[in-house]
């Protein structure tokens, strides 16, 4: 298919700055955001992405990412997943030869996500305000590169996130990722919490958000 044929996708912003989260953590990545997101999660600092975007169409935004000469991509939103076009992009992404990433919150299938595609899928847990949103067909997923992040706004989030994941057998296959909620959980004490446990999760700050300045973009 010819790129300038394909259909366009509503992006809210493409920019290129240090990953926070997941494995990749640290890398320089270029961050394509896409504009919509069907849930209202209390912490979100994406709020301006739930209406704000343009259109653009793959090739445009192919040439954008290009630019940056990063080889790591970063398809976060809103919820990525609402616009069927992205995946398309991140088919041609993959195909382009860059490591692409795809932020979720699992509430809707990824069954049809690229393989070559990292899901990095965040739960949403009870005092995120949006939680029984999980798509449990995504606990389905075979052979795919898959970490399990939970944002944590109290000790019963962390509770049910342990129960979640030894109920669906998930610390056994991949990793698994808890992140405080920003100046709601202190860092030290999930901690630990994690060490109590015996948890075999791995504690994991946003690292974003403690290197820039909340004006900044990408935090």
């Known amino acids: 298919m010819i790129l300038d044929q394909m259909p366009t996708l509503k992006i809210n912003e493409i920019f290129h700055s240090i990953q926070g989260e997941s494995s990749y953590a640290g890398a320089p990545t270029v961050f394509i955001r896409t504009s919509g997101c069907h849930l209202r999660c209390n912490y979100c600092d994406t709020t301006y992405a739930y ?45 382009e030869g860059f490591f692409v990433s795809l932020e979720t919150s699992g509430s809707l299938s990824c069954a049809d996500v690229d393989s070559r595609v990292k899901l990095v899928i965040d739960v949403k847990t009870p005092d995120s305000g949006s939680a029984e949103t999980f798509e449990l067909e995504n606990l389905s997923l075979k052979n795919r590169d898959i970490e399990w992040k939970f944002v944590l706004c109290s000790e019963k989030d962390l509770e049910w996130s342990e129960n979640f994941c030894r109920q669906h057998v998930i610390f056994e296959k991949f990793m698994v990722l808890y992140s405080p909620s920003y100046r709601k959980i202190d860092p030290q004490w999930l901690a630990e919490k994690i060490l109590q446990k015996k948890s075999p999760a791995r504690l994991h700050l946003q690292l974003h958000k403690y290197i820039w300045s909340s004006e900044t973009r990408g935090v």
């Open 51 to 95: 209406q704000e975007g343009q259109q653009l169409e793959l090739a445009q935004i192919l040439e954008t990412v290009k630019k940056f000469g990063s080889p790591y991509i970063c398809v976060t939103g809103g919820e990525p997943l609402l616009q069927k076009q992205v995946l398309s992009l991140m088919t041609t992404l993959c195909d």
